[in-house]
């Protein structure tokens, strides 16, 4: 085997330029957030860090929900006029899944879903569309416009080609996603980005300006163990303990100022944040943002996640994988302490 050459490519000296540039910012902002989460115990120093485990994926492998958004596309044009369903009966009664049009739980309890035999949680007052990039029609007449977009796009990647984990997409593809049409005046758009610097200069100078969204902030999610270690060491040339979210708000008129009633006036959007958490076990599963992104918009707001893998209560989920962790077996049942 022909070893690697000590010098780096081009990809690689942009990662560490880019690096260099804010590796202070996090190790000082996680050293600080650290100390501030062992004094109210929620990190304990000496526990034994089990993030190198190889979590267990007990979902079905015999039920690939990208494959069934596949075949679903031979019969879009049969369901084309129902674009929406409602579940607002308070029964416990399995639900059937519905492909192409938009299933929404109005009631206040989580419900049951049958798709294939398999059964999934349905969170309370929230929505999803199970469906590939080439169906996201349904979600464009469900004729609603959201104050918050979250989306975490399945990025080129050679590693991940290999792997052939899910279908990746290309520039010119994300730029086709219709961010303008569910976006409401002033939506706060939010982009997690691999840290490759293409991708995040691609944001950043194009995609960004093509869907006229301006303010543009950097965030960084920083990966930590339960004792409070980063993941990866923070200098590690290979991997980074951080991902990078790339924020800004939707403005349609870029001639005229942005102007905000009392009421629609937020906090401005800082620039390097950091959120400081102890990542799931399960691949690319990134933390739920509801809390964090509630100071920056109005109170309630509408919110869409774009390519997500689960469902989170008060949003509307999109994707060829939206109820991957939904499924049953990555519950565990609660036993009631009258029992």
Request: include cysteine; proline fraction near 7%; charged fraction near 20%.
């Given at each position: 085997k022909r070893k690697r050459s000590s010098e780096l490519n081009h990809g690689e000296s942009d990662i560490l330029e880019y690096h260099l540039k804010i590796s202070g910012i996090i190790l000082d902002g996680t050293r600080c957030l650290i100390q501030e989460a062992r004094r109210s115990g929620f990190l304990?120093?000496?526990?034994?860090?089990?993030?190198?485990?190889?979590?267990?994926?007990k979902g079905p492998s015999n039920c690939s929900l990208a494959e069934l958004c596949e075949m679903a596309k031979c019969f879009v044009s049969m369901n084309e006029r129902e674009q929406k369903r409602v579940i607002d009966k308070e029964t416990s009664d399995p639900e059937q899944v519905q492909l192409t049009?938009?299933?929404?739980n109005n009631t206040n309890n989580a419900k049951m879903l049958t798709l294939m035999g398999q059964k999934y949680l349905f969170p309370p007052r929230?929505?999803?569309?199970?469906?590939?990039?080439?169906?996201?029609?349904?979600?464009?007449n469900y004729k609603?416009?959201?104050?918050?977009?979250?989306?975490?796009?399945?990025?080129?990647?050679?590693?991940?080609?290999?792997?052939?984990?899910?279908?990746?997409?290309?520039?010119?593809?994300?730029?086709?996603?219709?961010v303008p049409a569910l976006a409401a005046p002033n939506c706060l758009v939010v982009t997690w980005v691999t840290n490759k610097q293409k991708h995040l200069q691609f944001v950043k100078n194009e995609l960004y300006p093509h869907w006229s969204i301006h303010g543009v902030v950097e965030w960084f999610w920083v990966k930590i163990t339960k004792s409070g270690e980063f993941v990866i060491p923070l200098d590690s040339l290979h991997k980074k303990p951080y991902e990078i979210l790339v924020l800004g708000r939707v403005q349609g008129n870029t001639n005229v100022p942005l102007r905000l009633s009392e009421d629609e006036k937020f906090s401005a959007i800082p620039d390097q944040k950091l959120i400081v958490s102890v990542p799931c076990t399960f691949h690319s599963h990134k933390p739920p943002l509801t809390e964090i992104l509630k100071e920056y918009t109005k109170p309630d707001v509408e919110c869409?996640?774009?390519?997500?893998?689960?469902?989170?209560?008060?949003?509307?989920?999109?994707?060829?994988?939206?109820?991957?962790?939904?499924?049953l077996d990555y519950f565990t049942v609660l036993q009631d302490n009258d029992d």
């Open positions: 304990q120093p000496n526990s034994i860090d089990q993030f190198y485990v190889k979590a267990s994926d049009c938009v299933t929404e929230s929505a999803f569309l199970l469906s590939d990039f080439s169906c996201m029609q349904p979600l464009l609603k416009k959201y104050d918050i977009i979250v989306i975490d796009p399945p990025w080129e990647n050679k590693s991940v080609k290999r792997s052939n984990r899910y279908g990746l997409l290309s520039h010119w593809q994300i730029k086709e996603i219709p869409l996640e774009l390519f997500a893998r689960n469902l989170q209560p008060g949003w509307t989920s999109w994707g060829n994988e939206v109820l991957k962790f939904q499924h």
